[in-house]
DNA sequence: GTCTATAATTAGATAGAC
DNA sequence: GTCTATCTAATTATAGAC
C-alpha cells in the first residue's frame, strides 16, 4: 500500500516539523528563529518546510494551533472527571491543571509573550482565535472562586495576570531560574509546590478583590 | 567651543541610539531587531552604531547595562527617605517600588524574559553581571517581610518567580492586555492598584512558606 | 562624528530532478 | 514527498569621503 505509507509519511514529517518549530520559536521568537534552524532540528532539509505549509507564518500558525489544541484537550480531559463537584473545588484543580500544564508545556507561554510585547497581525490573530475563549474560562473560574460573584474587568485583567504571570513565569524563564537559583523548576516535587502556592496566592486575592 | 559641541553631540547622539535599541530589543528580541531599524528610530543612519558600539552584541550590552543602572539608582534614592523605618515597612514598599519600576519600564523584564527562554553567552552575561545581585536584595527583602527568618533556597526561588512574574507580566504583555481585556496597564490607576495586590500577595505568601 | 557606498553573509522562497 | 541547487532580498559590518 504505497499510498497509505506515503501519506502516513508526510504526516509524521509534519508532526516534527511542528514540534521542532515550537521549540525554537518559543526560544527565539519568530523572527529569531530560521527556517534553516527548524529543519534541522526536526532532521529534514529546508525546502520541506515549504512543502508542507505555505511559508514561516503559516508554519508559525500551525504550530501555535497545535500547542493551543493540546491546551484544550488537556483541559476537556480534566473536566470530564469532575462532574458533580462543587465550584470552588473545581476552580482550584482547574488553576492547578493550569499551572501543571505550563510546567509541561513552557511553549506556550514563551510565544505568548514573545507576541505580546508589540502590536501586530500575529499577536491580534492569537488574541481573536486562542487567548480570548481561554481568557474567557479564565475568569469563569475565578468568579467561581468568589462563589460566583462577577468580577469586574479591571479586577478580571489584574487577577489574569497575576495569576498567569505568577503561575507562568518561573517555567518561561526555567534556563535563568537554573543558573540564578540552581533550582530545577521541572523537578516534579517544585511543580506541585510551586501549583500549591499559586492555588493558595489566587484564592487569597480573589476573596480580596471586591471594589 | 568645537571640542565640546562635538563630545557632547556624540553622547547625545550615543544615548538616542541606546535608547531605540532597547525600546527595540524588548520589544522583537536579540535576532528580531535589526539594527537598521535601530538606527531609523533613532534618526541614525546604520553605520554610526557601528562608530558608537563595536557590533550589535555590544550595543545589547550597553543598552541593558543602562537599563539596570536605571533600576539601580532608583532602588538607591527609594531607600534614601527610608532611614529609621521597621524592617516590614521597608520591605513592602520596596515590592510597591518594584512592581512601579515595572511598569514605567517594562523593557526590563521584557529583555530578560527574551533572554531566559534559551541558554547562552548573553543570558549568562545578564545573571552574573544584573540579575544575581538583584536577586540577592529580592531575598533580602522577602526574608525581611518574614521577620528576619531565612529563606530555604527553594523556597526563595518559588517566591522569587511569585513576585516578578505576577508584578510584572502585565506591563511586559500590555499589547495583549489591552487587545484583550479593554484595559490599559499603563494608567495610574491600574498600576497602583496591582502594586497593592501584589503587595498584599506577596505578604500572605511569604508568612505562608515555612517547610 | 556622520555620511554614502558596498562587501560578505544569511535569510525565506522557488525550480526541477528523482 | 523529499532532495540539490539556486534566486532574491535582507542582514551585519566595513571602506572611505566629508
Known amino acids: 500500500m504505497p499510498t497509505i505509507a506515503t501519506r502516513r509519511d508526510g504526516v509524521e514529517t509534519r508532526q516534527a516539523i511542528i514540534d ?16 534553516r534552524q527548524i529543519a534541522q532540528q526536526a532532521a529534514v532539509t529546508q525546502p520541506a518546510l515549504s512543502y508542507h ?14 500547542l493551543f489544541d493540546r491546551l484544550g484537550e488537556s483541559i476537556a480531559r480534566r473536566l470530564k472527571g469532575l462532574a458533580g463537584v462543587d465550584d470552588r473545588t473545581v476552580a482550584t484543580l482547574m488553576v492547578r491543571h493550569f499551572v501543571e500544564f505550563s510546567a509541561v508545556n513552557p511553549q506556550l507561554h514563551r510565544i505568548i509573550m ?44 489584574h ?3 497575576l495569576l498567569t504571570g505568577a503561575g507562568a513565569t518561573v517555567f518561561v524563564m526555567a534556563p535563568e531560574c537554573e543558573r540564578l537559583t540552581g533550582v ?7 511543580i506541585t509546590a510551586h501549583a500549591d ?10 476573596t480580596q478583590e471586591q471594589p
Chains 1, 2 share one sequence.
Open 20 to 35: 521542532a518549530a515550537l521549540d525554537l520559536f518559543a526560544a527565539r521568537g519568530f523572527e529569531g528563529a530560521s527556517t
Open 159 to 161: 487577577l489574569y495576570y
Open 114 to 157: 514573545q507576541e505580546s510585547t508589540q502590536p501586530g497581525p500575529r499577536l491580534d490573530w492569537l488574541v481573536t482565535t486562542y487567548v480570548r475563549p481561554l481568557y474567557a474560562s479564565a475568569v469563569e473560574i475565578l468568579e467561581r472562586l468568589r462563589g460566583g460573584a462577577p468580577l469586574p474587568a479591571t479586577s478580571a485583567a
Open 184 to 190: 530545577d523548576p521541572f523537578e516534579p516535587t517544585f
Open 53 to 66: 505549509f505555505d511559508g514561516k507564518e503559516e508554519l508559525w500558525r500551525a504550530a501555535v494551533g497545535a
Open 197 to 206: 502556592l499559586v492555588v493558595e496566592m489566587i484564592v487569597a486575592s480573589v
